[in-house]
């Protein structure tokens, strides 16, 4: 038998990085007009980067420790993984989430509930399957002011930034920024903005040009660990900057060659396929192009000897079984993905 809620289930899809006011109010309006509230936590597998500061554990305390025990106990939080340039990847792990809690859905009523703030909210047209709950966008409220607030050194903007938090999600940031990983966050969000800054002069917002190489071996990736003040430690594909006087290719093996030590004569007729990746938010620092290359290295008895150089700070074969979004700089698990089909 029906409740008297219009929903048994409303689903409420988002970062939450951090979870504010706005979330909150959301997540209430879905409480008052279903029986259970599924809250979707995103990029649940990406590292830690000033725009996804916070794991999805850490998110979910956030979530639940803004409600009172009976609120609670109608909220489910799931955490779903980025699928970058694979909606379909992406769409199947929100299904199946939701499955995993509602059942045969075609005997519940299910909603998506949300607001279309930008061009990140075209998820909610993406389920025919189920009915849309629009809600008001409250106060204006956005996540992504509050983190610059919270990496930045104006004292004012973060205690306003703090005013638009659950309680609970303040108290979680104060105790945050006594951490390790706040003071590595800060760091770069200082880093990109110095780098930002050196283009203000600029005509033209900054569009630049990559090229990186995904070679493979026997079930191995040649990848890098990154130096430098900009993704430091993340596990990265070969590459960098591509010289004026030079193409995507041919940057691309120079690039290799100075990062990995490989012998670049192990790159001839191994190339596969090669792919444009131009998202516009796939870097935090600026707009950035790359085209990537994929090699495939014929099978040998050992792995080629590889070592880090110029701004690497190793260079190393990882096993494909081993590959962990969490561990991957920028989008470059996603350029992996869709290169190898995995």
């Given at each position: 038998?029906?409740s008297?809620?219009?929903?048994?289930?409303?689903?409420?899809?988002?970062?939450f990085?951090?979870?504010?006011?706005?979330?909150?109010?959301?997540v209430m309006?879905?409480?008052?007009?279903?029986?259970?509230?599924?809250?979707?936590?995103?990029?649940?597998?990406?590292?830690?980067?000033p725009?996804?500061?916070?794991?999805?554990?850490?998110?979910?305390?956030?979530?639940?420790?803004?409600?009172?025990?009976?609120?609670?106990?109608?909220?489910?939080?799931?955490?779903?993984?980025?699928?970058?340039?694979?909606?379909?990847k992406?769409?199947?792990?929100?299904?199946?989430?939701?499955?995993?809690?509602?059942?045969d859905?075609?005997?519940?009523?299910?909603?998506?509930?949300?607001?279309?703030?930008d061009?990140?909210?075209?998820?909610?047209?993406?389920?025919?399957?189920?009915?849309?709950?629009?809600?008001?966008?409250?106060?204006?409220?956005?996540?992504?002011?509050?983190?610059?607030?919270?990496?930045?050194?104006?004292?004012?903007?973060?205690?306003?930034?703090?005013?638009?938090?659950?309680?609970?999600?303040?108290?979680?940031?104060?105790?945050f920024?006594?951490t390790?990983?706040?003071?590595?966050?800060?760091?770069?969000?200082?880093h990109?903005?110095a780098?930002?800054?050196?283009?203000?002069?600029?005509?033209?917002?900054?569009?630049?040009?990559?090229?990186?190489?995904?070679?493979?071996?026997?079930?191995?990736?040649?990848?890098?660990?990154?130096?430098?003040?900009?993704?430091?430690?993340?596990?990265?594909?070969?590459?960098?900057?591509?010289?004026?006087?030079?193409?995507?290719?041919?940057?691309?093996?120079?690039?290799?060659?100075?990062?990995?030590?490989?012998?670049?004569?192990?790159?001839?007729?191994?190339?596969k396929?090669?792919?444009?990746?131009?998202?516009?938010?796939?870097?935090?620092?600026?707009?950035?192009?790359?085209?990537?290359y994929?090699?495939?290295?014929?099978?040998?008895?050992?792995?080629?000897?590889?070592?880090?150089?110029?701004?690497?700070?190793?260079?190393?074969?990882?096993?494909?079984?081993?590959?962990?979004?969490?561990?991957?700089?920028?989008?470059?698990?996603?350029?992996?993905?869709?290169?190898?089909?995995?």
């Amino acid at each position: 038998m029906h409740s008297s809620r219009q929903f048994d289930y409303l689903v409420f899809i988002g970062r939450f990085q951090p979870f504010h006011q706005g979330h909150h109010h959301v997540v209430m309006q879905a409480l008052a007009h279903a029986d259970r509230v599924i809250v979707l936590i995103g990029s649940a597998n990406a590292p830690r980067t000033p725009k996804n500061p916070f794991t999805a554990d850490e998110r979910r305390t956030m979530i639940l420790n803004s409600f009172g025990e009976l609120e609670r106990e109608r909220i489910h939080c799931i955490p779903i993984n980025d699928a970058t340039y694979n909606d379909n990847k992406w769409l199947i792990g929100v299904q199946r989430a939701i499955t995993s809690m509602t059942g045969d859905s075609a005997q519940k009523r299910i909603g998506i509930i949300g607001h279309t703030k930008d061009e990140s909210s075209y998820y909610l047209h993406l389920f025919p399957q189920y009915d849309s709950f629009e809600v008001d966008n409250f106060q204006g409220l956005s996540a992504t002011p509050i983190r610059k607030a919270y990496f930045g050194d104006d004292l004012d903007k973060k205690s306003t930034a703090f005013e638009r938090l659950t309680t609970a999600s303040g108290e979680f940031l104060d105790a945050f920024e006594r951490t390790d990983s706040y003071h590595y966050l800060k760091r770069e969000y200082q880093h990109i903005q110095a780098y930002q800054a050196a283009w203000q002069e600029a005509p033209y917002p900054p569009s630049l040009i990559t090229s990186d190489a995904v070679i493979v071996q026997s079930g191995h990736i040649l990848l890098v660990k990154r130096g430098g003040d900009y993704g430091r430690g993340l596990y990265a594909l070969p590459g960098g900057f591509v010289d004026g006087d030079e193409d995507f290719y041919h940057a691309c093996i120079r690039e290799v060659q100075e990062e990995t030590q490989l012998d670049s004569k192990l790159l001839k007729n191994s190339l596969k396929a090669s792919h444009l990746f131009d998202a516009p938010g796939r870097s935090q620092r600026a707009r950035t192009v790359t085209m990537a290359y994929y090699f495939e290295l014929p099978p040998q008895e050992k792995l080629p000897n590889v070592q880090g150089g110029d701004d690497a700070d190793s260079a190393f074969w990882l096993p494909l079984s081993q590959l962990d979004a969490q561990t991957m700089f920028e989008d470059h698990y996603g350029i992996i993905c869709k290169l190898l089909r995995l």
